[in-house]
């Protein structure tokens, strides 16, 4: 699959709600993927932290477009698993996501999620999820 970041950013705008986060793909190879979602102060718990809903949205959303780039169909998340491992802060999350194996029908796929901060990177969050290609109506 030959995608400019542009078309996959287009691509994931058809959702309006990566739209609304201003979601867009920020790194694309053969079988992976990184998408960036602006830190506002509208993603943020009371806390002041990254509302753990919007860093489950970027792993599920990476996952997911890694499983399409390697079963080259239309797919949907099966299951994801999400380990938060600190509070997301900072400017940015970068969720980067890759095909661990992909058969026929569906594909393990891996994420790691960092806040992004003065261009240091710092882990975030690890998931893990099957992507499964979407059956004809």
Sequence with gaps: ????????????????????????????????????????????????????????????NALTYAGFLSLKQNVVTSEF????????????LLARAYTVHAGKNQAVCRCDVFCVQDGREVLCAVAQGTIVVMLPK
């Design 81 to 92: 698993k999400i380990n938060y491992v600190r509070p997301a802060k900072g400017e940015a």
């Design 1 to 60: 699959m030959n995608h400019s970041l542009s078309q996959a950013t287009t691509q994931l705008h058809t959702q309006p709600f990566s739209k609304l986060l201003n979601a867009e793909v920020a790194e694309l190879g053969d079988d992976r993927v990184a998408l960036r979602v602006p830190i506002t102060e509208q993603v943020l718990q009371q806390h002041g932290f990254v509302h753990g809903g919007v860093v489950s949205y970027a792993a599920d």
